[in-house]
């Protein structure tokens, strides 16, 4: 299925994807760098699966600015699977393999820069995104401030349990500082790794990473507690299944 779906970058480093029929796709440069994955073991809302540790990311890579929204998903795969249809809200009921089958057809459809293909984003690139240099459980500088009912620092740059109808159009809370949105809260996100208590042995490329038996989403959903939607948290789910409060966001991604 080939489309016209050319490329263009602005002076921010954002790549414009064109999916045709006026639908495009939007992605921010992530520029490689270590960060500290994971969380401290005073964070409010901590997992036991949230070891803290340093990762280094080496080369740099494109995220989606928004979850794949309704419209976009129909622009490239031809039908919308979501329980709620409204074009901007963020496609859900699309399980692991769904997800990768639209990351596929993105290859398909466009002439990715040499050394990059269209993927989801392991955890560790997803996190690195998510914190944009921050250090707290929020991406705001902020941390929560209730681990199951309201948060205001929450409610500011996210959808969650206390405040969805059931979801959200996408952009609608405040960005991280590198203009991503909705990474905490809206929908859950798939992320490409199976799901290892202690992470993956290969934080970028995640070879030898070849088995298990769930899937990692990151960021917390409009269901989720406000512990759900930190950073650092690690859900994980069957990858053949589909959840009405799980989504994706596509990556623009170094092939080793």
Excluded at 72 to 81: L, S
Excluded at 133 to 149: C, E, M, P, Q, V
Excluded at 211 to 236: I, L, M, N, Q, W
Aim: proline residues 5%.
């Amino acid at each position: 299925m080939q489309q016209n779906s050319d490329q263009t970058m602005n002076d921010n480093e954002e790549l414009l994807i064109d999916l045709g029929n006026k639908v495009t796709l939007t992605l921010i440069k992530i520029k490689a760098g270590s960060f500290m994955m994971g969380s401290p073991e005073d964070e409010l809302g901590r997992g036991y699966n949230e070891e803290q540790h340093r990762v280094t990311l080496t080369k740099d890579y494109w995220l989606g600015m928004y979850p794949v929204t309704q419209r976009q998903y129909k622009a490239v795969i031809g039908r919308n699977p979501s329980d709620f249809s409204y074009p901007d809200f963020p496609v859900d009921n699309v399980s692991w393999h769904l997800a990768k089958i639209f990351c596929s057809k993105l290859n398909q459809m466009t002439t990715c820069p040499a050394g990059y293909k269209f993927d989801l984003p392991t955890e560790a690139q997803w996190e690195y995104a998510c914190r944009a240099g921050t250090t707290t459980a929020l991406n705001s500088g902020k941390n929560i401030t209730d681990r199951f009912g309201k948060c205001v620092n929450l409610a500011k740059i996210g959808w969650y349990k206390d405040n969805f109808l059931p979801r959200r159009n996408v952009g609608k809370k405040k960005p991280n500082a590198w203009g991503l949105y909705d990474m905490h809260g809206n929908v859950e996100e798939w992320c490409r790794d199976w799901y290892e208590a202690d992470y993956a042995s290969d934080p970028e490329f995640l070879n030898g990473q070849i088995k298990g038996d769930f899937r990692v989403t990151r960021g917390g959903g409009h269901t989720s507690d406000p512990e759900e939607c930190r950073s650092a948290s690690r859900e994980c789910y069957e990858p053949t299944l589909r959840y009405n409060f799980v989504g994706f966001r596509v990556a623009l991604v170094p092939v080793k």
